[in-house]
């Protein structure tokens, strides 16, 4: 099962939830790779330091003599390993553009380890560029966040429309997971408003749980944790787990 998360919005909880998604799942004891496709690193910087990557995502993509050993770590989580990503993961595109296989070089590698791990996730950068690209070539799922603010929808068009042009060719088993409604305030009925307006749109595919705007949520990478060790009875950890099981039911 290889899902990608994806959204070429930035800021709308893709990173947040590839983390403890990933973490919610390997503590159920699935054995997960979580992969980072963004050059930002986030995913990467919430379980390791800096000093401790050389190699990762761009060398995957582009040193196709070396073995993925080179390119896994453990983290503080039994279960969970990561490909971790680089600024230089910046220039993979230019990089990429004109090799015949470009979009299918992510598929391809996976292919060589996918029978070791349950389940693989992949962060993406806020872009539906050939990073991106290259994940929904090579996963079985999408899952979309979708923060619960007024302009939410907006971009989602072309979003879809990528997934399917995915799905007529390159990729044509590619599902469509769910779409999260993260970031949700409690307090505004425009929150309300526009998770009724998403389950509206996406009927079934928008999952139950939502995820809420929570400061515990937004602090843990910042202490090298998942929300699960870092602050196990917050709202964050009980509704991570509570989307692990219904993404581990749908899969
Ligand atoms: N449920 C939440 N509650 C509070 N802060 C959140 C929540 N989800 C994400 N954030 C914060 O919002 C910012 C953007 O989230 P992030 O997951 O990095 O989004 P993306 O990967 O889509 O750019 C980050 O600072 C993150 O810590
Ligand atoms: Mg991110």
Redesign the pocket.
Known sequence: MIIVIA?Q?????????AINLSAACALQGKRVLLIDL?PQG?SSLSFIDSQRIDGGAFELFTELQKPWEDFIYSTNIKKLNLVPARINLAKLEAKLVGDFDAIFRLRDRIEQIKEQYDLIII?TP?TLGLITVNALVAATHVLI?IQSSYFALEGTDDLLETIEKVRARPNPDLDLLGVLV??FDKRTSLSKDVEAHIRKVFGDKAFKTI?????R??ES?AHKEAIFTYAPNSS?ALEYKRLSKEVLKRV
């Open positions: 959204n919005k930035g800021g709308v909880g893709k990173t947040t939830t963004d986030n962060d806020p966040p993260t970031l995820i809420t705007r929570s400061v949520l937004e990478p964050g």
